[in-house]
């Protein structure tokens, strides 16, 4: 069955400090994913879309990761900012669906 | 350049009774989605549109959800009678032609459903 899995749940960082969020997906046969930035009472925003061939893909202080043997991805936030709480989809597409699959969220909370 | 319009942002009605979601997708795509987010969970698909055809409505509850997108362009969703369950936020979401699976994917802002 096609999953996404994402950890943790929840997290609570301090401003100023990094954050790693992971995503698992057992979906096959893989097309991309991606991760997206949903903040509270808003629609999801993309943040990076990545190929099996890709390793990284970074936009701004956000650095994806994404392992396609181990099937894991993740996301770096680097020197995070108040800005930064919301909740962020792994979402993965793949090449036999029609449809994408979501992951749960990871929301996260930038505290002062 | 505008992006994905949803309307209302927020409804609250008795269950049973109807509502009704409009969206207004990017100018020149020609893919649309409704998702159903229930608080805590990643977007769920409920049908996707090509132009104004449907190629997934395989999660639609078709006995008290229908959606239709006359004219290949705007798109409505409608929920009639409502549950409970039903509480939730719909998004919207485009793509340029058949891109959903492998290019961007614009989500509009959400509406937002709470069935009492």
């Known amino acids: 069955k096609n999953q996404v899995e994402q950890s943790p749940q929840s997290l609570i960082i301090l401003e100023g400090k990094n954050c790693t969020l992971q995503c698992n997906y057992t979906v096959s046969p893989f097309s991309n994913l991606r991760w997206y930035k949903q903040d509270t009472g808003r629609g999801p925003v993309s943040l990076t879309i990545m190929t099996f061939s890709e390793n990284t893909k970074s936009n701004g202080r956000y650095t994806a990761t994404l392992d396609a043997d181990t099937k894991q991805s993740s996301l770096h936030i680097t020197a995070s900012q108040l800005s930064d709480s919301a909740s962020y989809i792994c979402v993965v597409s793949s090449q036999a669906g029609t449809a994408l699959i979501f992951g749960k969220g990871t929301t996260l909370s930038v505290s002062s | 350049e505008a992006g994905v319009a949803q309307s209302p942002r927020y409804k609250i009605i008795e269950k049973r009774q109807s509502v009704a979601f409009w969206c207004n997708p990017i100018?020149?795509?020609?893919?649309l989605y409704w998702y159903q987010q229930i608080l805590g969970q990643g977007p769920k698909l409920l049908i996707q549109?090509?132009?104004?055809?449907?190629?997934?409505d395989s999660q639609l509850p078709k006995d008290r959800f229908s959606a239709e997108r006359l004219k290949g362009v705007d798109s409505t969703l409608k929920i009639q009678p409502a549950k409970l369950e039903d509480s939730a936020v719909y998004l919207c979401?485009?793509?340029?032609?058949?891109?959903?699976?492998?290019?961007?994917?614009?989500f509009g802002e959400g509406s937002r459903l709470t069935v009492l």
């Open positions: 549109f090509q132009n104004n055809g449907v190629v997934d």
């Open positions: 979401a485009s793509s340029l032609n058949g891109q959903g699976l492998t290019g961007e994917l614009f």
């Open positions: 100018s020149g795509h020609a893919t």
